[in-house]
């Protein structure tokens, strides 16, 4: 029984120790590099990066404790600036970083070797500086049947680190001065475990960034490119593991202009010839209510699909854009087409005879606004007036011209001519009198103090509500295209020279 637990224990013994002496041997047995010319490739490189000398989660410079330089340099094979409402853009690229690891060199192992190259597998042996794009919204590595990554190692020791990638990156645009926007996107590469006091990125001295000749960027130019070196605030951007300090980053930044032909052909000039349409409605009869209610709210349904379908393309920021600013001007001539023949129309179906001072604008206008001010104006101006006698030779001369369809009842209504007018536009002054007569109208506005003496004065002229109403669309079909041309004037003053 006593032998039985002794050999028990004897053998256990014997076993540890076996094991023991089992765990011990690695540290023994450190694969030689001596006359490492004869190895091939992968042979020599796992001897260089074996855990018994290299631990790839150690940075190159462990030991001295000096900064490590990460020297970065890009190519750029397609930049896809997105449609404007995702606010990012896409870039397919070729990322090439550059640092030395003092542990790699191996001049003095094998002299005649000239260069280690590798694809992931070597990735996997080595240490590799870990960066991240900041305003990443996806990004991956490209390669169809094995990712694109390519290592390789000078005798030096400097590893060259490339890989092929494609990122979705956030562009968060401005866009105020949409379409005529330019915008700025970049893609900042950041040090995601090592701090600046550890870790320095920089970008290659020439030409750290080389654009393919053929960036086929469809609705933009590219207008210009540049790199920047800074440092991001760890303690506030992020919470890393890492702790502290400042991070070292990379900036790639390019402009772009976005290209206005798309927007001018389908936007502008469809719009523009819409705001012309609704003009169509000046040379319309003043009572043809159909037909202008018609073209006006044609033209304006029509703007406003236009309009909302070039909308969609974009997000919905708060702010106004510079196309807001073109469809807000057009509805408004759209609108104001509109409102002048509700107003023309309105004043076209008035029965009452409209006397003015002058013909010119401001008294047309202000009598068909206040219709009553201006007849009462009128009246005082005929009662004040001391050459109401001495008119008498103008108003038999008025009678004359006006007699038959009027009589003289309707003198004391305000019948007044003046002279040029009355020689000028005879034809219109008799029409006036017969649609008085048609429209069964009431002589009684002008006071009946007055219905003796019939109050003339040489300075005033009439005008039917008719001929009001095609005085003002005659004007607006002047006015509307020249303040037209004006509003463009100013706008496409204000967006292409601000
Ligand atoms: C980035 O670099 C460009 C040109 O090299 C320079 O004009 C710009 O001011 C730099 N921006 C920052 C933030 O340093
Ligand atoms: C950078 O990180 C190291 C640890 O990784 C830390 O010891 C050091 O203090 C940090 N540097 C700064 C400036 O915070
Ligand atoms: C980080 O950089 C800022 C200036 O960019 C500096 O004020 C601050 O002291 C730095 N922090 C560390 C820990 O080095």
């Not at 997000?315 to 509109?338: D, H, N, Q, R, T």
């Not at 005929?382 to 001369?397: D, F, G, I, N, V």
């Not at 009678?399 to 020689?423: I, K």
Request: one cysteine or more; aromatic letters at 12%; glycine letters at 4%.
């Amino acid at each position: 029984m006593i032998s039985k637990t002794l050999l028990l224990s004897a053998i256990l013994f014997l076993k540890g120790a076996e094991g023991q002496k089992s765990s011990q041997s690695p540290a023994l047995d450190c694969p030689s590099l001596e006359k490492g010319d004869g190895y091939t490739q992968s042979e020599f490189l796992s001897r260089l990066a074996h855990e018994c000398r290299y631990d790839r989660l150690l940075l190159p410079t462990y030991q001295t404790g000096e900064v490590v330089y990460v020297h970065a340099s890009a190519y750029v094979y397609f930049i896809q600036p997105a449609e404007a409402h995702d606010l990012n853009f896409k870039l397919h690229f070729l990322l090439q970083l550059r640092w030395t690891d003092p542990r790699l060199a191996y001049t003095l192992y094998s002299p005649e070797r000239t260069k280690i190259i590798g694809e992931s597998d070597l990735r996997q042996r080595i240490w590799v500086p870990h960066l991240y794009m900041s305003n990443e919204q996806s990004s991956s590595l490209m390669g169809t049947d094995s990712k694109d990554v390519l290592i390789s190692i000078a005798p030096d020791g400097e590893v060259l680190f490339s890989r092929r990638m494609q990122a979705v990156l956030y562009c968060w645009m401005n866009l105020q001065k949409f379409p005529f926007d330019e915008q700025k996107c970049s893609m900042n590469l950041e040090s995601w475990k090592y701090n600046a006091s550890i870790l320095r990125l920089m970008w290659e001295k020439d030409n750290p960034v080389r654009l393919s000749t053929e960036l086929h960027l469809t609705e933009y130019s590219l207008l210009d490119y540049w790199t920047n070196e800074s440092v991001v605030r760890g303690d506030i951007v992020n919470m890393r593991l890492g702790g502290a300090g400042n991070y070292s980053a990379l900036k790639f930044t390019f402009k772009l202009g976005r290209e206005v032909g798309y927007y001018l052909m389908d936007y502008f000039i469809p719009s523009m010839m819409i705001v012309a349409m609704s003009w169509v409605t000046f040379w319309l009869q003043a009572d043809a209510s159909a037909p202008r209610i018609t073209l006006g709210t044609s033209t304006m349904l029509s703007f406003i699909t236009l309009a909302s379908s070039q909308a969609k393309t974009l997000p919905k920021v708060s702010y106004i854009k510079a196309s807001e600013i073109w469809f807000l001007g057009c509805i408004g001539f759209i609108f104001s087409a509109l409102v002048e023949f509700a107003f023309v129309n309105t004043i076209w179906r008035r029965k009452k005879v409209v006397a003015l001072k002058k013909v010119n604008s401001k008294y047309i206008l202000k009598s068909t606004l206040t219709p009553r001010l201006a007849r009462k104006e009128l009246q005082k101006e005929l009662q004040s007036s001391p050459q109401l006698t001495k008119s008498r030779s103008c108003s038999s001369l008025q009678q004359e011209t006006s007699s038959d369809p009027a009589g003289p009842g309707y003198n004391n209504y305000l019948t007044v001519h003046s002279f040029p007018s009355a020689l000028n536009l005879p034809t219109i002054t008799t029409q006036s009198y017969d649609e008085l007569i048609a429209s069964g109208g009431r002589p009684r506005t002008a006071g009946s103090e007055g219905s003796d003496e019939p109050p003339k004065h040489h300075t005033w002229t009439q005008m039917t509500p008719q001929e009001i109403a095609t005085w003002i669309d005659k004007r607006s079909r002047v006015l509307f295209p020249l303040l037209f041309i004006f509003f463009n004037i100013i706008y496409w003053t204000f967006v292409y020279c601000l």
